[in-house]
């Protein structure tokens, strides 16, 4: 099967074969948040962001009725391949006129170029008492392999191109958005989480680092990328295990209070 590119709204670039091939440990290791959201039967849930629908299908498995919102069509129409309903949208748009009685997201918050607009959609969109349950890298998340990465830039004359598009918030931020909106916070923790790349350095940048050097042409890529793995050898290359990103997460649980 060949996939071509797509650009969602947010202005990434997401190759299904890349992400599946690449990327399964996304949803691998998101079980700990699936556990956070605890999915009830009949319960109606949303999930932002469902990629390929992994872990949606995971809540599906628990008698939930759930929606994906996906703004790649092609990774969406790998998740209906599982027989899930996903609506192809961007999360900063209104989430429609259902009142969820959860919003679940997995390593999506962190690609929001307005965070606090998705929060208030999210608050507009669940039931009073409705709650919504997210993990997403956090504050100092791959922070060795970004400045590796913007090392290479500017060694290879295009520091000026690089795109950062991330947003990896700190609890304390993050809670004020969420509060902001009206939420009440019960829970929300930043943890380190070492995470080997089976696809090793390299993978990971094949399929992450599209963002920042979509601008350049492939072969200033491939130099780019080359050198950024010289510079990470030293720090994340265990000779026994391998390659391993240093990931930072943010997990948090936030209440639509029930008279809110
Ligand atoms: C790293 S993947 C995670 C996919 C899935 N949640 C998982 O855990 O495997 C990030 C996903 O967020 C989606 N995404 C990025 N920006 C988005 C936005 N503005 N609205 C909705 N989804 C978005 C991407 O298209 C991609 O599918």
Not at 28 to 40: F, S, W
Not at 128 to 143: S, T
Not at 148 to 163: F, N, P, S, V
Not at 168 to 194: D, M, N, Y
Request: aromatic content about 8%; charged content about 25%.
């Amino acid at each position: 099967m060949t996939h071509s590119r797509t650009r969602p709204a947010a202005g990434q670039v997401w190759n299904p074969e890349d992400y599946i091939g690449k990327a399964g440990f996304v949803a691998e290791l998101g079980r700990g948040v699936l556990d956070l959201l605890a999915p009830r039967p009949d319960e109606h849930i949303l999930d932002l962001g469902c990629g390929d629908g992994a872990l949606t299908q995971r809540i599906a498995a628990a008698s939930a009725v759930v929606t994906g919102l996906e703004p790649s069509a092609e990774l969406a129409a790998v998740a209906r391949q599982r027989g899930l309903r996903v609506i192809e949208g961007d999360a900063h748009d209104p989430f429609g006129q259902v009142q969820y009685d959860a919003i679940f997201s997995n390593a999506m918050f962190h690609w929001l170029r307005d965070p606090q607009q998705v929060i208030r959609n999210a608050f507009a969109a669940l039931r009073p008492g409705g709650r919504l349950v997210v993990e997403q890298g956090g504050f100092g998340n791959v922070a060795a392999v970004t400045t590796a990465l913007r090392a290479a830039m500017e060694a290879a004359g295009c520091a000026d191109q690089a795109r950062n598009p991330w947003d990896f918030p700190s609890p304390t931020t993050q809670r004020k958005r969420l509060e902001t909106a009206g939420f009440q916070v019960e829970e929300i923790i930043l943890f380190s989480r070492p995470t080997p790349l089976e696809a090793g350095m390299r993978g990971w940048l094949d399929t992450f680092a599209g963002a920042f050097l979509q601008d350049l042409p492939g072969d200033v890529q491939h130099v780019i990328k080359t050198d950024t793995e010289r510079r990470l050898t030293s720090s994340l290359l265990d000779p026994e295990e391998g390659w391993i990103a240093d990931y930072v997460r943010l997990r948090f649980h936030a209440v639509r209070p029930a008279d809110g």
